[in-house]
């Protein structure tokens, strides 16, 4: 049996989605931009997903500016935001529980003079928003925190925060990495005071390389690629139709019958859970199940170090992550985990298992099984 418990590092591709990247690659493969029909074909995919992105989330359709995924989205949010609004001042506030897509471009904002306050979370790994209180100033331009993290799962507080920086700093930009949220939860930007919202297509089965960022049409953002002047000058280059085209359906898609998805995804996490709850040594990390990411575990099995339980698994055909897949070729301990007050020994111990809708009771069962099975042949290596 193969079993994939990776998917918030990516997932399959819903058969619809493949079918619409082939058919714009294919036979409607104009260049949107073109004013002959093959380009009013190829413009109507683009204008239908913004459509589909813009009825999801509430707001307008010219909002909606696709990128190449989360990452650029993240980087416009926030090097093109601060540049924006520099004027106005120099203060950024972030979390210590941010992907690195959100870190290193803060870091890099650092560099150029902005000053920046990083917020602390608790053990379940949310941030405290005492700290935020606390932080928010008349100079803060930019406050960027992520709604679900992608290592453990932990779920902010982002419509109080939207709140309280509305109330205490009514000038700052308000992003929010939704990279790990959209199309497990239901988004407002508008209701929530979000400003600035990252989404990536390849966590929500559509293709990879394509995502998109919600800019409120009241937000200064400065564009960061120059060229042609496509999506209203925000972002030039030809638009990629099939990654565009394959969005939308996905999104459309991902939110169908969400509550029963979500009902689920939770479900397997408490079978899971269940399971483990008679082995010695296993903890499971961040929030409590139900108030936690429906699709998130982050699990530390002591004494055995997070690569060799990942390869031991994967000889039996199950795939799960030693931590973010986006920099797991650069072992370091964790910086949410350590945030989270864990010890360097527990980082190296903890496995994320991510789920998705396609996911089985009968995959966790089998899942259990192997770990019942190698879990004590480990932990006598180890001690070796």
Same mark, same amino acid.
């Given at each position: ?15 619809? $989605?493949?079918? /619409?990247?082939? &058919? ?6 104009? !260049? ?7 380009? *009013? ?5 683009? &204008? ?11 707001? =307008? ?6 990128? +190449?995924?989360?990452?650029? %989205?993240? #980087? ?26 959100? %870190? ?6 650092? =560099? ?5 306050? $990083? ?6 790994? *949310? ?5 935020? =209180? ?9 406050? +960027?925190?992520?709604?679900?993290? !992608? ?6 507080? @982002? ?44 966590? /929500?089965?559509?293709?990879?390389? @394509?995502?998109?960022?919600?800019? #409120? ?18 972002? +030039?280059?030809?638009? #990629? ?19 029963? &998805? ?14 483990? +709850?008679?082995?010695?040594? $296993?903890?499971? !990390? ?21 690569? $060799? ?34 010890? #360097?020994?527990? /980082? ?14 009968? =995959? ?5 099984? *192997? ?7 480990? &932990? ?5």
């Amino acid at each position: 049996m193969e079993v994939y418990f990776d998917n918030s590092a990516t997932t399959c591709c819903y058969e619809t $989605v493949k079918d /619409i990247v082939v &058919k714009t690659m294919m036979e409607d493969f104009g !260049n949107p931009s073109a004013m002959h029909q093959k380009g *009013v074909d190829a413009e109507q995919y683009v &204008k239908k997903s913004a459509r589909t992105l813009a009825q999801l989330l509430k707001v =307008e359709e010219k909002e909606i500016l696709f990128t +190449s995924g989360g990452t650029e %989205s993240n #980087n416009l949010a926030l090097i093109g935001g601060a540049m924006a609004n520099k004027r106005s001042g120099n203060h950024i506030i972030t979390t210590a529980v941010e992907h690195a897509a959100v %870190s290193q471009p803060v870091a890099f904002l650092k =560099e150029q003079g902005f000053e920046v306050t $990083v917020l602390p979370v608790d053990k379940d790994g *949310v941030v405290k928003l005492e700290a935020l =209180e606390k932080a928010l100033r008349p100079d803060t331009i930019l406050v +960027s925190i992520m709604m679900v993290n !992608n290592e453990v799962g932990a779920v902010m507080p @982002v419509e109080k925060i939207g709140a309280l920086i509305q109330e205490k700093s009514p000038k700052a930009l308000y992003h929010v990495d939704g990279i790990q949220a959209f199309g497990k939860y239901r988004i407002y930007p508008k209701k929530w005071g979000i400003h600035l919202l990252s989404v990536s297509g390849h966590k /929500i089965h559509g293709p990879k390389g @394509v995502g998109f960022l919600y800019i #409120n049409s009241r937000a200064k953002v400065q564009p960061l690629i120059l060229g042609g002047g496509q999506q209203n000058g925000m972002r +030039s280059g030809t638009d #990629n139709v099939p990654g565009i085209a394959g969005l939308g359906v996905a999104a459309e898609l991902s939110y169908r019958d969400l509550e029963q &998805k979500t009902e689920h995804l939770y479900q397997l996490k408490e079978r899971l859970a269940e399971g483990l +709850s008679g082995m010695e040594d $296993v903890v499971i !990390n961040g929030m409590p199940l139900r108030e936690g990411a429906p699709h998130i575990m982050s699990i530390s099995f002591l004494g055995i170090r997070s690569e $060799v339980l990942l390869h031991t698994l994967e000889d039996r055909g199950i795939y799960v992550s030693a931590g973010s897949a986006c920099s797991s070729h650069k072992r370091k301990p964790s910086a949410t985990l350590s945030a989270m007050g864990m010890s #360097n020994g527990q /980082i190296e111990n903890t496995v994320r298992f991510s789920f998705s809708e396609e996911n089985t009771f009968e =995959e966790i069962d089998y899942c259990l099984e *192997v770990l019942k099975e190698v879990l004590p042949m480990l &932990k006598r290596y180890a001690r070796r």
